[in-house]
């Protein structure tokens, strides 16, 4: 083939690929101009409405402020230019597309706009100074509005879309860019190369390769850098160029653009431009901050709030929701997607001896719970975390891949990153609030690495919180063995915090504790769950009366609870990537909710790496699988063994070491009067005897012969579980499929409610009956 007809062969060849699936193509911020003004229109979370947004835009010189209202659906996304705002609505079902569109001068002076599109919908859209242009449909086929002069050649597919004043261009299937229209400093002048984004100003055109390298042509284009940069996104304007690196700061060139300095080192979610306007929402309290224009020297903040992008069903987020972002949607099930490209809100690293240097940056990471909380947004934060946390409830029982893409490995140590977190990151003067500075009145307990204190939200949800013991500080007489042993509990302390927040930052099942917020500030360690509010399956196991509504009182309910733990375990073991291995499994680190829901809590001991060679055994006396106290060999078959002591006490309704069958009822004061035993060497001889009678619990209403077999069943699956042998013992997924059986045979598990009273009535009728 002759070389001068290579190009022409690429450029068929580019036409007739089908372009890949396309990244944030649609804004939710727009800056429009007319005459002299620049507004700046954004999508704002609406202060009336529950968990609506409405369109609004505000003027950059006496921050007017107007809004645009909706006929039936909310705005999904805006585009605006010198005269004019569009508003894009979309169904919730993504089937047809509508766009409204207001003149300007004459303030858009109809209501609702005029409808200049209704019909497939858009996969992009983007507007220049003078033209909007979208994707339309699965072909990608682009059109624009109210521009008849411009011809694009028919059967054009682009993957992406710029618009500048006279010139459209378009990334094509094979990652060529091609330009149309007049302008003929862009128009012909494209360069050569595979890319991955472009994007439009008023006279120049810039793209990013598939190396990353910037490259930007027309009148006002920079000097490019030929180093890669690590561009997320970019933003365009007059003789303005702005690029958002993934680590979410923004590098601008061109007179004029360089952000303020209190903003450059800022983090952004999103950057747009328009003319001499730059504006970016701030990852901190998605505030819209503009420069580059002298009216915004006064104040850069236009909105305290806006949405961060456009609401879309949270299935669909491959890389996790952006926190907070939910209440914000329309519809339940919606959210932001957190941008794959973006790292966002990254834990700085941390080790004991730098921790003062990390807390003093993740200041700037300081999130939406307090600028909420003092806004006095309607819905308020508890509503926030608790949807959040609740949001992918359902999806506990599907066996779904977790949210993290499988590539990101957080390993157990300090500054794991936290993708696709649905969690904020409070301060600590919050904390002091809500708990009474950490009274004693707010204790409810201890776990891996410090108490436990219950506190309620401003907007009256309770949540659980956790505070790291702070090791006593080293004064100056301390013995140098002293200052080992706290430098060592320092780091035994932050290891168990970095261990829990990064495991629990991305996994979600509904029998695991959600993890709502986290505290990172000076000395601080602190985290925030939802609150349980049935305690520990311990305490009702051990210290409460087993009476209804506990769901102690009756066996299939028991044994409901043991299958809700054993898919928590589960859930670790076989579908978080990678693996975990949670090292603490036991009664009181079981926790039940309202509903009696048992979840598995406390991941500070917890390790990915099966075989973590070196460290020290680590868990509780009676649930510590003996091979790995012996040999340090660790698998997820420890947690097995201690998963079946647990069945075990619900079984017998013995502590994992207790004291001799006389001394039980007498306990709380004969402490210490009998030989402690083992609740494993007490009852799985009887097990395997086939005299499950002996050891069954007495405190349950006395079973049928359908539970008493369940039961018997349950009993031979904890004595498989705590084999001496790892290989023998069953994986929790075999653990899981036989309760379900169990589950199953005495009474199924879509049954009567775990906690009926008339089912315990029942039982006991029948009980007497056969007597
Ligand atoms: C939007 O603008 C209207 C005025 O037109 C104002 O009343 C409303 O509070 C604005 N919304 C937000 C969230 O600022
Ligand atoms: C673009 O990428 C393709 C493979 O994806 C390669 O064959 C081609 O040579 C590249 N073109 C340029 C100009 O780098
Ligand atoms: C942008 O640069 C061009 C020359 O390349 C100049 O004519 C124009 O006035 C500049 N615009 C602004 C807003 O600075
Ligand atoms: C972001 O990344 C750039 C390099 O891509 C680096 O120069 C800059 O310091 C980083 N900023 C922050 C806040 O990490
Ligand atoms: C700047 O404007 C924002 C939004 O209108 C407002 O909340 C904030 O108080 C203003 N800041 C100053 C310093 O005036």
């Not at 699965?138 to 509005?145: D, I, L, N, T, V």
């Not at 304007?237 to 800022?266: F, I, M, Y």
């Not at 504790?513 to 049935?534: D, I, K, P, Q, S």
């Amino acid at each position: 083939m002759s070389p001068w007809l290579l190009p022409i062969f690429l450029h068929i060849l580019c036409l007739s690929t089908t372009p890949s699936v396309l990244s944030s193509a649609f804004s939710t911020v727009a800056i429009a101009h007319f005459s002299d003004v620049t507004l700046v229109c954004a999508l704002v979370p609406s202060l009336i409405a529950d968990r609506r947004h409405e369109l609004n835009c505000t003027s950059a010189s006496n921050r007017r402020q107007r809004t645009y209202p909706t006929r039936r659906m909310a705005y999904s996304a805006v585009a605006a230019g010198d005269g004019f705002l569009c508003g894009l609505t979309v169904p919730p079902d993504g089937s047809y597309a509508t766009m409204r569109w207001w003149e300007f001068p004459g303030h858009g002076s109809e209501r609702y706009g005029k409808r200049v599109y209704r019909g497939p919908a858009l996969t992009a859209l983007a507007s220049g100074d003078a033209h909007v242009c979208g994707l339309i449909g699965g072909a990608h086929r682009p059109q624009c509005w109210r521009w008849t002069e411009l011809a694009i050649p028919a059967g054009m597919k682009f993957s992406e879309i710029a618009v500048g004043r006279d010139f459209v261009c378009g990334l094509l299937g094979c990652g060529a860019i091609r330009c149309f229209g007049t302008d003929a400093a862009v128009v012909g002048k494209e360069p050569t190369g595979n890319f991955s984004m472009v994007a439009a100003g008023t006279w120049h055109v810039c793209g990013v390769s598939d190396s990353g390298k910037l490259s930007c042509w027309g009148a006002g284009a920079p000097e490019w850098d030929p180093t890669p940069l690590d561009i997320a996104s970019m933003a365009l304007g007059e003789n303005k160029t702005c690029v958002l690196r993934s680590n979410g700061t923004v590098l601008c060139w061109g007179k004029g653009s360089q952000p303020p300095d209190h903003l450059a080192r800022e983090q952004f979610i999103v950057i747009q431009a328009k003319g001499d306007a730059i504006c970016g929402v701030r990852l901190i309290d998605y505030s819209l901050v503009c420069w580059g224009n002298e009216l915004f020297r006064r104040n850069h903040t236009v909105y305290d709030r806006v949405l961060p992008g456009t609401c879309s069903p949270i299935a669909s987020c491959g890389c996790g929701v952006l926190p907070g972002s939910g209440i914000m949607c329309p519809s339940d099930d919606e959210g932001i997607c957190q941008s794959c490209k973006l790292q966002l809100s990254p834990i700085p690293p941390s080790n004991p001896s730098s921790s003062q240097q990390a807390s003093s940056n993740s200041n700037r990471g300081r999130v939406l719970l307090m600028v909420l909380g003092s806004v006095g947004f309607g819905l308020g934060l508890c509503t926030m975390l608790v949807c959040l946390a609740f949001k992918n409830r359902n999806n506990g029982r599907r066996r779904r891949p977790p949210l993290a893409p499988p590539s990101s490995q957080v390993e157990p140590t300090l500054g794991g990153r936290l993708d696709g977190a649905n969690m904020a990151e409070v301060s600590i003067q919050f904390l002091l609030k809500v708990t009474d500075n950490f009274s004693e009145a707010h204790k409810i307990g201890s776990g891996s690495f410090g108490a436990v204190y219950r506190a309620t939200l401003p907007g009256g949800c309770d949540v659980a919180i956790k505070r790291a013991e702070v090791p006593a500080a080293a004064a100056p007489s301390m013995s140098r063995r002293n200052e080992q042993q706290r430098l060592r509990d320092v780091e035994q302390r932050e290891r168990a915090f970095g261990s829990e927040l990064a495991l629990l930052s991305r996994i979600n099942h509904k029998n695991l504790v959600r993890l709502l917020g986290f505290c990172r500030e000076r000395g601080e360690r602190v985290l925030v769950y939802e609150h349980m509010a049935n305690g520990t399956l311990h305490d009702n196991l051990h210290r409460k009366p087993i009476a209804p509504p506990s769901p102690l009182s009756s066996w299939p309910a028991r044994l409901r609870l043991a299958l809700d733990a054993a898919r928590g375990i589960e859930y670790l073991h076989a579908y978080a990537v990678p693996a975990i291995i949670h090292r603490d499994i036991k009664s009181s680190n079981i926790l039940l909710d309202e509903e009696w829901t048992a979840k598995v809590a406390d991941f500070g001991l917890s390790v990915t790496s099966p075989n973590d060679e070196g460290s020290v055994a680590a868990g509780t006396v009676g649930y510590m699988d003996p091979e790995y106290y012996r040999l340090r060999r660790l698998t997820e078959k420890s947690d097995v063994y201690s998963f079946g002591v647990v069945l075990l006490e619900l079984v017998t309704g013995c502590k994992a070491i207790h004291r001799s069958e006389e001394a039980e009822g007498a306990e709380e004061e004969g402490e210490g009067s009998a030989t402690p035993q083992n609740v494993v060497e007490m009852a799985v001889p009887w097990i395997e005897a086939e005299d499950i009678g002996r050891v069954m619990d007495r405190r349950v209403a006395p079973a049928s012969a359908e539970e008493v077999a369940a039961v018997a069943y349950v009993g031979y699956v904890a004595a498989e579980c705590v084999r001496a042998v790892g290989c023998d013992r069953p994986t929790m997924g075999e653990v899981v499929g036989a309760l379900q059986r169990a589950v199953a045979a005495c009474g199924g598990e879509n049954g009567p409610d775990r906690a009926d009273p008339s089912q315990a009535r029942r039982q006991l009728s029948r009980a007497h009956n056969s007597m």
